[in-house]
């Protein structure tokens, strides 16, 4: 099993930042992505961005250019720096952990919220 605990959302103005925090935890060995989606009300979740093995990262086409994935391997743990952030923006955070091995699966963690609003 992995774990995953999220923090660092809340309540910003427009055109302002929040950094967003995983920690894993548990069998991570065989981890080999972690991304971050979010789900606005009444809209399906979406992947933001994504950062793979071999720092292979991906973002979404809306976030391009204003948040950025990052991670530290020491501390297990996984970040979304989200700047010039839109009212477009306000959703739930989910952290995401993706295993391929010996099986696919995904873990999330709990979700914070993030609500972009003056």
């Known amino acids: 099993q992995v774990q995953l605990v999220e923090s660092g959302g809340g309540l910003v103005q427009p055109g302002g930042s929040l950094r967003l925090s995983c920690a894993a935890s548990?069998?991570?060995?065989?981890?080999?992505?972690m991304a971050w989606y979010r789900q606005a009300p009444g809209k399906q979740r979406e992947l933001v961005a994504a950062?793979?093995?071999?720092?292979?990262?991906n973002y979404a086409d809306s976030v391009k250019g204003r948040f950025t994935i990052s991670r530290d391997n020491a501390k297990n743990t996984v970040y979304l720096q989200m700047n010039s952030l839109k009212p477009e923006d306000t959703a739930v955070y989910y952290c995401?952990?993706?295993?391929?091995?010996?099986?696919?699966?995904?873990?999330w963690g709990q979700g914070t919220q993030v609500t972009v609003s003056s």
């Open positions: 995401n952990a993706h295993r391929s091995f010996p099986s696919e699966y995904d873990y």
């Open positions: 548990g069998r991570i060995l065989n981890i080999n992505a």
């Open positions: 950062i793979f093995s071999g720092n292979i990262i």
